[in-house]
Protein backbone atom coordinates (compact mmCIF):
# COMPACT_ATOMS: atom_id res chain seq x y z
CA UNK A 1 0.00 0.00 0.00
CA UNK A 2 1.41 3.19 -0.88
CA UNK A 3 1.98 5.71 1.98
CA UNK A 4 1.97 9.46 1.75
CA UNK A 5 2.43 12.42 4.37
CA UNK A 6 1.37 15.51 4.12
CA UNK A 7 0.83 18.62 6.79
CA UNK A 8 -2.64 19.25 7.94
CA UNK A 9 -3.33 22.23 5.88
CA UNK A 10 -2.88 19.91 2.78
CA UNK A 11 -5.55 17.81 4.57
CA UNK A 12 -8.01 20.28 4.95
CA UNK A 13 -7.66 21.79 1.27
CA UNK A 14 -7.93 18.13 -0.41
CA UNK A 15 -11.29 17.79 1.82
CA UNK A 16 -12.74 21.25 0.86
CA UNK A 17 -12.18 21.06 -2.55
CA UNK A 18 -13.27 16.84 -2.71
CA UNK A 19 -16.54 18.47 -1.05
CA UNK A 20 -16.92 21.39 -4.07
CA UNK A 21 -16.20 23.75 -1.49
CA UNK A 22 -13.15 25.97 -2.17
CA UNK A 23 -15.74 28.59 -3.93
CA UNK A 24 -19.31 29.41 -3.63
CA UNK A 25 -21.77 27.55 -5.46
CA UNK A 26 -19.22 26.05 -7.90
CA UNK A 27 -21.63 23.37 -9.67
CA UNK A 28 -23.75 24.27 -12.82
CA UNK A 29 -26.44 22.25 -11.58
CA UNK A 30 -27.86 19.65 -8.04
CA UNK A 31 -26.66 16.30 -10.86
CA UNK A 32 -23.28 17.49 -10.56
CA UNK A 33 -23.40 18.16 -7.34
CA UNK A 34 -24.91 14.44 -6.36
CA UNK A 35 -22.10 12.96 -9.09
CA UNK A 36 -19.33 14.71 -6.68
CA UNK A 37 -20.24 13.97 -3.80
CA UNK A 38 -21.43 10.69 -4.74
CA UNK A 39 -24.81 10.88 -2.97
CA UNK A 40 -26.55 13.69 -1.19
CA UNK A 41 -28.10 12.89 2.38
CA UNK A 42 -31.89 13.99 3.08
CA UNK A 43 -33.95 14.57 5.89
CA UNK A 44 -36.79 15.52 6.87
CA UNK A 45 -36.50 17.77 9.64
CA UNK A 46 -37.31 21.99 8.10
CA UNK A 47 -35.45 23.83 10.91
CA UNK A 48 -34.02 26.50 8.73
CA UNK A 49 -34.17 24.62 5.94
CA UNK A 50 -33.87 20.76 5.18
CA UNK A 51 -30.94 18.92 5.28
CA UNK A 52 -30.53 18.33 1.57
CA UNK A 53 -31.26 21.69 0.83
CA UNK A 54 -28.31 22.89 2.94
CA UNK A 55 -26.03 20.66 1.96
CA UNK A 56 -26.75 21.85 -1.98
CA UNK A 57 -27.33 25.47 -0.92
CA UNK A 58 -23.43 26.51 -1.09
CA UNK A 59 -23.00 23.87 -3.67
CA UNK A 60 -24.79 24.63 -6.53
CA UNK A 61 -25.27 27.67 -8.52
CA UNK A 62 -28.75 29.59 -7.83
CA UNK A 63 -29.67 26.53 -5.80
CA UNK A 64 -33.63 25.85 -4.91
CA UNK A 65 -35.60 23.16 -3.51
CA UNK A 66 -37.00 22.76 -6.81
CA UNK A 67 -33.67 21.80 -8.35
CA UNK A 68 -33.32 18.66 -6.35
CA UNK A 69 -36.98 17.82 -6.87
CA UNK A 70 -36.94 18.33 -10.75
CA UNK A 71 -33.51 16.28 -10.50
CA UNK A 72 -35.50 13.40 -8.59
CA UNK A 73 -39.04 13.18 -10.45
CA UNK A 74 -38.08 15.06 -13.77
CA UNK A 75 -40.19 18.09 -14.81
CA UNK A 76 -41.99 19.00 -18.10
CA UNK A 77 -38.67 19.76 -19.39
CA UNK A 78 -35.94 17.48 -18.14
CA UNK A 79 -36.08 13.85 -17.15
CA UNK A 80 -35.02 12.72 -13.75
CA UNK A 81 -31.16 12.23 -13.28
CA UNK A 82 -31.53 10.55 -9.66
CA UNK A 83 -33.21 8.18 -7.62
CA UNK A 84 -34.05 7.75 -3.72
CA UNK A 85 -32.51 4.72 -1.84
CA UNK A 86 -31.14 4.25 1.90
CA UNK A 87 -27.73 4.16 1.63
CA UNK A 88 -27.17 3.70 4.59
CA UNK A 89 -29.56 6.41 5.20
CA UNK A 90 -32.15 7.91 2.79
CA UNK A 91 -30.20 9.66 0.43
CA UNK A 92 -29.94 10.91 -3.61
CA UNK A 93 -27.95 9.28 -5.55
CA UNK A 94 -27.44 8.67 -9.70
CA UNK A 95 -29.44 6.55 -11.62
CA UNK A 96 -26.72 5.12 -12.71
CA UNK A 97 -26.13 3.69 -9.93
CA UNK A 98 -29.31 1.59 -9.94
CA UNK A 99 -28.45 -1.78 -11.31
CA UNK A 100 -25.72 -2.44 -8.27
CA UNK A 101 -28.89 -2.03 -5.93
CA UNK A 102 -31.42 -4.53 -7.33
CA UNK A 103 -30.36 -7.31 -6.12
CA UNK A 104 -30.50 -6.34 -2.47
CA UNK A 105 -34.19 -5.61 -3.86
CA UNK A 106 -35.19 -8.58 -4.88
CA UNK A 107 -33.61 -10.24 -1.36
CA UNK A 108 -35.74 -8.40 0.47
CA UNK A 109 -38.51 -9.90 -0.92
CA UNK A 110 -37.17 -13.60 -0.37
CA UNK A 111 -38.24 -13.80 3.67
CA UNK A 112 -41.09 -11.68 5.29
CA UNK A 113 -40.04 -9.59 8.02
CA UNK A 114 -40.43 -6.48 9.28
CA UNK A 115 -38.04 -5.07 6.59
CA UNK A 116 -37.59 -8.03 4.81
CA UNK A 117 -40.97 -9.39 2.00
CA UNK A 118 -44.60 -9.00 3.37
CA UNK A 119 -46.13 -10.76 5.94
CA UNK A 120 -49.17 -12.47 5.19
CA UNK A 121 -51.63 -10.37 6.65
CA UNK A 122 -50.02 -7.53 4.64
CA UNK A 123 -50.53 -9.15 1.07
CA UNK A 124 -54.10 -7.74 1.04
CA UNK A 125 -53.41 -4.05 2.10
CA UNK A 126 -50.61 -4.36 -0.65
CA UNK A 127 -53.05 -5.36 -3.38
CA UNK A 128 -55.70 -2.10 -2.52
CA UNK A 129 -53.01 -0.08 -2.44
CA UNK A 130 -51.64 -1.14 -6.34
CA UNK A 131 -55.28 -0.91 -7.48
CA UNK A 132 -56.02 2.49 -5.48
CA UNK A 133 -52.99 3.81 -7.78
CA UNK A 134 -53.86 1.83 -10.70
CA UNK A 135 -57.07 4.12 -10.08
CA UNK A 136 -56.12 7.29 -8.66
CA UNK A 137 -52.66 8.25 -10.57
CA UNK A 138 -49.96 8.90 -7.73
CA UNK A 139 -50.98 8.64 -4.17
CA UNK A 140 -49.58 9.16 -0.89
CA UNK A 141 -50.48 6.81 1.88
CA UNK A 142 -52.19 9.24 4.02
CA UNK A 143 -55.96 8.61 1.86
CA UNK A 144 -55.95 5.76 3.16
CA UNK A 145 -54.04 5.77 6.19
CA UNK A 146 -56.99 4.89 8.28
CA UNK A 147 -58.20 1.79 6.41
CA UNK A 148 -56.38 -0.89 7.49
CA UNK A 149 -55.30 -0.08 11.52
CA UNK A 150 -52.30 0.65 12.68
CA UNK A 151 -49.12 -1.02 13.66
CA UNK A 152 -45.58 -1.03 15.42
CA UNK A 153 -43.60 0.22 12.78
CA UNK A 154 -39.31 -0.35 12.43
CA UNK A 155 -38.52 2.42 14.17
CA UNK A 156 -40.42 1.43 16.94
CA UNK A 157 -43.13 3.77 16.41
CA UNK A 158 -47.10 3.71 15.83
CA UNK A 159 -47.33 3.42 12.10
CA UNK A 160 -50.50 3.04 9.54
CA UNK A 161 -50.49 -0.42 8.24
CA UNK A 162 -50.70 1.04 4.90
CA UNK A 163 -47.71 2.87 5.56
CA UNK A 164 -45.15 -0.04 6.38
CA UNK A 165 -46.44 -1.68 3.24
CA UNK A 166 -45.88 1.03 0.77
CA UNK A 167 -42.79 1.58 2.37
CA UNK A 168 -41.87 -2.48 1.51
CA UNK A 169 -43.12 -2.22 -1.74
CA UNK A 170 -40.66 0.62 -2.63
CA UNK A 171 -37.50 -1.18 -1.06
CA UNK A 172 -38.41 -4.34 -2.75
CA UNK A 173 -38.77 -2.05 -6.18
CA UNK A 174 -42.48 -2.46 -7.08
CA UNK A 175 -42.96 2.04 -6.48
CA UNK A 176 -41.37 4.78 -6.98
CA UNK A 177 -41.39 8.18 -5.97
CA UNK A 178 -43.62 10.13 -7.89
CA UNK A 179 -43.28 13.59 -6.23
CA UNK A 180 -43.11 14.76 -2.83
CA UNK A 181 -45.28 17.61 -1.07
CA UNK A 182 -43.74 18.61 2.26
CA UNK A 183 -41.07 16.01 2.07
CA UNK A 184 -43.98 13.47 2.26
CA UNK A 185 -44.07 11.04 -0.28
CA UNK A 186 -46.68 10.22 -3.21
CA UNK A 187 -46.04 6.67 -4.42
CA UNK A 188 -47.34 5.01 -8.14
CA UNK A 189 -45.81 1.89 -9.11
CA UNK A 190 -41.76 2.12 -10.63
CA UNK A 191 -42.99 0.68 -14.48
CA UNK A 192 -44.72 4.40 -14.22
CA UNK A 193 -42.51 6.43 -12.31
CA UNK A 194 -39.01 5.51 -13.86
CA UNK A 195 -39.51 3.01 -16.20
CA UNK A 196 -35.49 2.77 -17.21
CA UNK A 197 -35.68 1.69 -13.69
CA UNK A 198 -37.98 -0.88 -13.44
CA UNK A 199 -36.32 -2.30 -16.37
CA UNK A 200 -33.99 -3.37 -14.15
CA UNK A 201 -36.21 -6.31 -12.68
CA UNK A 202 -36.93 -7.86 -15.33
CA UNK A 203 -36.39 -11.14 -15.83
CA UNK A 204 -33.80 -10.43 -18.83
CA UNK A 205 -32.19 -7.71 -16.92
CA UNK A 206 -28.36 -8.77 -16.88
CA UNK A 207 -27.54 -7.29 -13.50
CA UNK A 208 -24.22 -6.28 -12.05
CA UNK A 209 -22.57 -9.81 -10.72
CA UNK A 210 -22.57 -9.60 -6.77
CA UNK A 211 -19.19 -9.52 -5.97
CA UNK A 212 -19.29 -6.21 -8.67
CA UNK A 213 -21.51 -4.48 -6.65
CA UNK A 214 -20.01 -5.16 -3.55
CA UNK A 215 -17.07 -3.62 -4.87
CA UNK A 216 -18.56 -0.90 -6.77
CA UNK A 217 -20.83 0.30 -3.68
CA UNK A 218 -17.65 -0.06 -0.97
CA UNK A 219 -16.02 2.00 -3.45
CA UNK A 220 -18.90 4.75 -3.58
CA UNK A 221 -18.98 4.82 -0.20
CA UNK A 222 -15.64 5.61 0.53
CA UNK A 223 -14.99 8.07 -2.33
CA UNK A 224 -17.94 9.85 -0.47
CA UNK A 225 -15.65 10.09 2.57
CA UNK A 226 -12.62 11.46 0.73
CA UNK A 227 -10.57 10.68 4.02
CA UNK A 228 -11.23 7.91 6.10
CA UNK A 229 -10.49 5.22 8.50
CA UNK A 230 -11.35 1.87 6.70
CA UNK A 231 -12.87 -1.13 7.87
CA UNK A 232 -11.59 -4.81 7.55
CA UNK A 233 -14.16 -5.74 4.35
CA UNK A 234 -13.26 -2.69 2.89
CA UNK A 235 -10.11 -3.44 2.47
CA UNK A 236 -11.24 -7.18 1.69
CA UNK A 237 -13.58 -6.11 -0.81
CA UNK A 238 -11.59 -3.41 -2.58
CA UNK A 239 -7.94 -4.93 -2.03
CA UNK A 240 -4.96 -3.01 -0.05
CA UNK A 241 -3.73 -1.99 -3.74
CA UNK A 242 -6.77 0.19 -3.76
CA UNK A 243 -5.99 2.32 -0.58
CA UNK A 244 -3.10 4.49 -0.05
CA UNK A 245 -2.57 5.29 4.01
CA UNK A 246 -1.85 8.87 4.78
CA UNK A 247 0.60 10.14 7.49
CA UNK A 248 -0.43 13.70 8.11
CA UNK A 249 1.74 16.12 10.62
CA UNK A 250 1.04 16.00 14.41
CA UNK A 251 -0.99 12.55 13.72
CA UNK A 252 -0.28 9.68 15.33
CA UNK A 253 -2.71 7.39 13.62
CA UNK A 254 -2.67 7.13 9.98
CA UNK A 255 -5.89 8.01 7.47
CA UNK A 256 -6.80 6.52 4.26
CA UNK A 257 -7.79 7.47 0.87
CA UNK A 258 -8.69 5.32 -2.42
CA UNK A 259 -5.94 5.70 -4.62
CA UNK A 260 -7.95 7.10 -7.59
CA UNK A 261 -8.04 9.98 -5.59
CA UNK A 262 -4.87 11.53 -5.39
CA UNK A 263 -2.60 13.44 -5.38
CA UNK A 264 -3.30 15.69 -2.54
CA UNK A 265 -4.69 19.61 -2.99
CA UNK A 266 -2.30 22.06 -2.63
CA UNK A 267 -3.15 23.46 1.41
CA UNK A 268 -5.28 27.06 1.00
CA UNK A 269 -3.82 30.06 0.06
CA UNK A 270 -5.33 31.92 2.45
CA UNK A 271 -3.77 29.83 5.42
CA UNK A 272 -4.81 28.25 8.20
CA UNK A 273 -4.99 31.45 10.52
CA UNK A 274 -8.33 33.34 10.58
CA UNK A 275 -8.45 37.09 11.94
CA UNK A 276 -5.83 38.16 9.26
CA UNK A 277 -6.32 41.31 7.38
CA UNK A 278 -6.40 39.74 3.95
CA UNK A 279 -9.55 37.52 4.85
CA UNK A 280 -11.46 40.29 4.36
CA UNK A 281 -11.23 39.44 0.80
CA UNK A 282 -13.37 35.99 1.76
CA UNK A 283 -16.07 36.23 -0.27
CA UNK A 284 -17.66 34.72 2.35
CA UNK A 285 -18.17 31.59 4.87
CA UNK A 286 -19.56 28.78 4.18
CA UNK A 287 -22.66 27.36 6.58
CA UNK A 288 -22.81 23.63 6.45
CA UNK A 289 -25.26 21.18 7.14
CA UNK A 290 -25.20 19.33 10.34
CA UNK A 291 -24.84 16.43 8.26
CA UNK A 292 -22.67 18.11 5.56
CA UNK A 293 -20.30 15.67 4.14
CA UNK A 294 -16.90 17.64 4.58
CA UNK A 295 -18.36 17.45 8.70
CA UNK A 296 -19.94 14.14 8.71
CA UNK A 297 -16.83 12.52 10.09
CA UNK A 298 -16.83 13.71 13.85
CA UNK A 299 -13.26 12.22 15.16
CA UNK A 300 -11.90 13.94 11.55
CA UNK A 301 -13.39 17.07 12.32
CA UNK A 302 -11.07 17.28 15.67
CA UNK A 303 -7.76 15.77 13.90
CA UNK A 304 -7.70 17.67 11.15
CA UNK A 305 -9.71 21.08 11.77
CA UNK A 306 -9.70 20.62 15.33
CA UNK A 307 -12.98 21.19 15.49
CA UNK A 308 -15.41 19.48 18.21
CA UNK A 309 -18.92 18.83 16.60
CA UNK A 310 -21.92 16.85 17.42
CA UNK A 311 -25.43 16.88 15.94
CA UNK A 312 -27.33 17.28 18.98
CA UNK A 313 -30.61 17.29 17.62
CA UNK A 314 -31.77 13.84 19.27
CA UNK A 315 -30.07 14.85 22.78
CA UNK A 316 -32.41 15.87 25.44
CA UNK A 317 -32.61 19.73 25.98
CA UNK A 318 -30.61 19.64 29.38
CA UNK A 319 -27.50 18.05 27.70
CA UNK A 320 -26.94 20.25 24.50
CA UNK A 321 -23.63 21.70 24.36
CA UNK A 322 -24.38 24.13 21.44
CA UNK A 323 -28.30 23.83 20.23
CA UNK A 324 -30.72 21.99 18.34
CA UNK A 325 -29.58 22.50 14.92
CA UNK A 326 -26.11 23.86 14.45
CA UNK A 327 -24.47 24.57 11.02
CA UNK A 328 -20.67 24.45 11.53
CA UNK A 329 -19.29 27.81 9.72
CA UNK A 330 -16.08 27.20 7.36
CA UNK A 331 -14.36 30.12 6.35
CA UNK A 332 -11.15 29.42 4.42
CA UNK A 333 -10.09 26.07 5.10
CA UNK A 334 -10.94 26.57 9.03
CA UNK A 335 -13.97 25.24 10.63
CA UNK A 336 -14.52 28.77 12.82
CA UNK A 337 -17.41 28.35 14.55
CA UNK A 338 -21.26 27.48 14.79
CA UNK A 339 -24.74 29.24 14.86
CA UNK A 340 -27.57 27.79 15.89
CA UNK A 341 -30.94 28.20 13.53
CA UNK A 342 -34.60 29.28 13.34
CA UNK A 343 -37.25 29.87 10.87
CA UNK A 344 -40.33 31.11 12.46
CA UNK A 345 -42.64 31.25 9.77
CA UNK A 346 -45.65 33.13 11.86
CA UNK A 347 -43.46 35.69 11.89
CA UNK A 348 -41.59 35.55 8.44
CA UNK A 349 -38.03 35.67 10.67
CA UNK A 350 -34.74 33.40 10.68
CA UNK A 351 -33.90 33.17 14.30
CA UNK A 352 -30.07 33.12 15.43
CA UNK A 353 -30.82 31.46 18.65
CA UNK A 354 -26.85 31.82 19.48
CA UNK A 355 -23.55 32.44 17.50
CA UNK A 356 -20.15 31.24 18.65
CA UNK A 357 -16.66 31.23 17.54
CA UNK A 358 -13.71 29.14 18.08
CA UNK A 359 -10.48 30.54 20.25
CA UNK A 360 -8.26 32.52 18.09
CA UNK A 361 -10.99 33.79 15.97
CA UNK A 362 -10.98 37.73 15.46
CA UNK A 363 -14.71 38.38 15.17
CA UNK A 364 -14.44 41.53 13.34
CA UNK A 365 -12.34 40.38 10.70
CA UNK A 366 -14.82 37.37 10.06
CA UNK A 367 -18.15 39.44 10.80
CA UNK A 368 -18.89 40.82 7.31
CA UNK A 369 -18.36 37.12 5.75
CA UNK A 370 -20.70 35.16 8.21
CA UNK A 371 -23.26 38.20 7.64
CA UNK A 372 -23.05 37.54 4.20
CA UNK A 373 -23.76 34.01 4.51
CA UNK A 374 -26.48 35.05 6.80
CA UNK A 375 -27.88 36.96 4.45
CA UNK A 376 -27.59 34.72 1.75
CA UNK A 377 -29.73 32.20 4.11
CA UNK A 378 -32.37 34.43 4.78
CA UNK A 379 -32.91 34.95 1.18
CA UNK A 380 -32.79 31.24 0.16
CA UNK A 381 -35.31 30.24 3.05
CA UNK A 382 -37.18 33.51 1.71
CA UNK A 383 -38.08 34.98 4.80
CA UNK A 384 -37.92 38.81 5.37
CA UNK A 385 -35.77 39.52 8.34
CA UNK A 386 -33.56 37.79 10.86
CA UNK A 387 -33.35 38.16 14.35
CA UNK A 388 -30.68 38.21 17.03
CA UNK A 389 -32.06 36.18 19.58
CA UNK A 390 -29.54 34.86 21.91
CA UNK A 391 -25.52 34.76 22.42
CA UNK A 392 -23.59 36.66 19.28
CA UNK A 393 -20.37 38.40 19.06
CA UNK A 394 -20.82 42.32 18.68
CA UNK A 395 -18.87 43.05 15.49
CA UNK A 396 -20.95 39.76 13.80
CA UNK A 397 -24.22 42.08 15.29
CA UNK A 398 -22.89 44.81 13.90
CA UNK A 399 -22.45 43.78 10.74
CA UNK A 400 -25.76 41.85 10.39
CA UNK A 401 -27.99 45.32 11.31
CA UNK A 402 -25.40 47.00 8.50
CA UNK A 403 -26.19 43.95 5.99
CA UNK A 404 -29.56 43.06 6.76
CA UNK A 405 -31.22 46.19 8.24
CA UNK A 406 -32.53 44.75 11.52
CA UNK A 407 -32.22 45.19 14.96
CA UNK A 408 -31.89 42.86 18.29
CA UNK A 409 -34.74 41.54 18.84
CA UNK A 410 -35.83 41.16 22.52
CA UNK A 411 -35.86 37.31 24.39
Not at 71 to 83: D, I, K, P
Not at 101 to 107: L, N, S, W
Amino acid sequence: MQTIRIPKEAARAFLIRAFALESWQSLSDTEAAIQQLEFVQEDSIPICGRMHDLILWPRVKNYTPKKLADTLYGSESSSASAFEIHFPNLAALPRADYPYFVRRKKARTQTPGRWQGLLPEEEPVAEAFLAALDTHGPLSTRRHGNDFGHMLSGWGTRSTVISQVAEKLWLHGKLGIAHRKNFERYFDRLERVAPELAQWHTDNATLPDPEEAARYLARKRLKAKALFRPRRDDLATLGESAFCKVEIDGLTKPWYTLKELTPFAEPHPEGTRVGRSEERAEPGGRLLAPLDPLIYDRQRNREIFDFDYTWEVYVPAAKRKWGYYVLPILLGDRLIGRVDLKRETKTDTLQLLSLSLEDGVDAQMVAEAIALRLKNLASFLEVSQVAVMGTCPAPICKSLASWLDIGRAKR
